[in-house]
């Protein structure tokens, strides 16, 4: 480490001074040593602080403030899910209307398997340039909850929430019995582990399953596979019982095939304001899908407030943008700044992490 002793310096060239003080030719130096001696100090003093910089938390570098000139490169998104979903679907409009406002390309890899831990790994490993950014939502949080990845998004960079999904539902098949989440867990007492619900470890729909366990529902938790998956096996009678996005199902509702008995959301969503929600219906569950960009740890701040900004922009103002969400999943337009992403991120994550015990356990194969 830089360091300068400064006393000791100072003694020696005011010993110096001193020596030299009672020569008459000296005398008239005197002036100008000390004045020297001075802005040497000052000088070092600024060039030691620039060196040492301030301590920031993690061990993260200190940038000041300094002017970041950013993108510079081609910038990578990497999605933990399969193309076509929601959360790519997401990632792609938006690298899209980035790479229109920012002026470099924006594209975006599908890295799947292991839970989102191979897409997870990869960026948290990635160099902090700015060029390698994650896309993530609550399963990040649920697949550290379950033990499929040994970190958790506080050990990355937040870049902030650019759109959320709040229509995740529960659903059954249209000639099923059970016409509310009541119904569903006490016909499942009287018929314990007769009826299958599909869930993926380590995302909202495991998640969703266990949460109906702790209600009391007497269900087998089967994984079918991801949401596309789910609604083969619901269709086909394999599983009773599915968690799935409403734009997914929504033409399996019109026709009857399936039937919606409760909304994931905390709250009642505007698509389905007569459906109550889990939690109205006795069972301690709420999410939505925050999705979040993530950076490498060391990643200069400075960059995520770029993106942030960028990001404010598109959502705020851009009316292409708007309907190009609305048409394809029916989202409205969501932004939340960096400050606030890490709170709404914290409560969730301290909300799911209750049932971290419970959600380290596999979910069974399904068997056909």
Excluded at 84 to 110: C, I, S
Aim: aromatic share 10%; with cysteine; net charge positive.
């Amino acid at each position: 480490m830089f360091e300068i002793n400064f006393w000791r310096l100072k003694g020696v060239i005011l010993f110096h001074l001193k020596c030299c003080y009672s020569n008459t030719y000296c005398k008239r130096e005197v002036f100008w040593m000390k004045t020297k001696f001075l802005a040497t100090v000052l000088a070092l003093s600024a060039i030691a602080m620039g060196s040492l910089g301030c301590g920031s938390k993690g061990g993260q570098q200190a940038y000041n403030n300094q002017n970041v000139k950013w993108p510079t490169k081609p910038v990578q998104i990497i999605v933990p899910y399969s193309a076509g979903g929601d959360t790519d679907f997401n990632a792609r409009v938006m690298a899209k209307y980035l790479e229109k406002k920012l002026g470099k390309p924006f594209t975006v890899t599908n890295v799947v398997g292991g839970g989102g831990s191979i897409a997870n790994n990869r960026v948290k490993n990635a160099a902090p340039d700015g060029n390698t950014i994650l896309v993530n939502h609550v399963s990040f949080i649920l697949s550290r909850a379950s033990n499929v990845i040994d970190f958790s998004y506080k050990d990355m960079v937040m870049g902030g929430v650019f759109a959320r999904q709040d229509t995740d539902v529960v659903l059954v098949r249209g000639d099923s019995p059970w016409n509310s989440i009541k119904e569903l867990i006490e016909d499942s007492k009287k018929n314990p582990n007769q009826y299958k619900i599909a869930a993926n470890t380590g995302t909202s729909s495991h998640y969703v399953a266990i949460s109906l366990q702790n209600a009391g529902a007497k269900l087998n938790v089967i994984d079918s596979g991801g949401s596309s998956d789910r609604i083969v096996a619901l269709l086909g009678g394999h599983v009773d019982v599915i968690p799935a996005s409403y734009a997914g199902v929504k033409d399996y509702l019109k026709t009857g095939k399936f039937k919606v008995l409760a909304a994931c959301a905390p709250q009642r969503s505007a698509v389905l304001p007569d459906v109550p929600t889990l939690k109205e219906s006795g069972v301690d569950c709420a999410y939505v899908y925050p999705y979040t960009f993530f950076f490498p740890k060391g990643t200069n701040p400075k960059i995520a407030e770029t993106l942030s900004a960028a990001v404010k922009d598109i959502v705020q103002n851009d009316k292409s943008y708007a309907n190009e969400i609305d048409k394809a999943y029916m989202q409205k337009p969501y932004y939340e700044s960096i400050s606030d992403s890490e709170k709404s991120w914290g409560k969730t994550y301290d909300q799911i992490m209750k049932l971290s015990d419970k959600l380290q356990g596999k979910v069974q194969k399904e068997t056909k």
